[in-house]
């Protein structure tokens, strides 16, 4: 017998980011100052993140890149990177993410590449909490409630059969 499944997920759209709680904005608008912090000069898309901690504290990273591809390192792992080497016992509760080119923030909202994914997810996972995902473009911004959204039926240390404290 074969089963169809279908795997969907809902998601909040702010056309404008004002619209946004006042957390939410000051998180998004880290993310945006640390795109301007990335080292680009490959791709010319900067990509800034922000990571808020259950203390209030905000974390940043940037994209930085490197000749010997894929020697770099993106935004979100970076920020989240910085977060668990700075401050391991304060667990993340959101992630923002901007993206610029030459012509300023891209028009549409950034969504995180698989690697970045699966970090998200292993954090996830380490924390024992969700982390909510930010998404800031020009046009609108999305917030989704946990990476299991954006990587359904991942892979992790549980389905290694591994028991780590």
């Not at 795997?7 to 904005?25: G, H, N, P, R, V």
């Not at 998180?27 to 795109?35: C, D, G, M, P």
């Not at 950034?110 to 292993?122: D, F, L, T, Y």
């Amino acid at each position: 017998m074969i089963r169809t499944n279908n795997i969907s997920f809902s998601y909040a759209e702010y056309e404008k980011t004002d619209e946004l709680d006042s957390e939410d904005m000051e998180l998004v608008i880290a993310a945006r100052e640390s795109a301007l912090n990335a080292y680009a000069p490959y791709s010319k898309f900067r990509v800034g993140a922000a990571v808020r901690l259950e203390t209030g504290l905000i974390v940043r990273g940037a994209n930085v890149e490197n000749a010997a591809f894929p020697s770099g390192i993106c935004a979100e792992r970076s920020a989240l990177s910085n977060s668990i080497s700075n401050h391991h016992k304060d667990k993340p509760i959101a992630i923002a993410i901007a993206a610029m080119t030459e012509d300023g923030l891209t028009e549409d909202s950034p969504s995180p590449c698989g690697n970045c994914r699966q970090v998200i997810a292993e954090e996830e996972l380490r924390i024992g909490n969700q982390i909510r995902i930010i998404l800031s473009g020009k046009n609108k911004t999305l917030i989704i409630a946990s990476i299991s959204s954006l990587l359904p039926l991942q892979f992790n240390r549980k389905k290694m059969k591994i028991i780590l404290p």
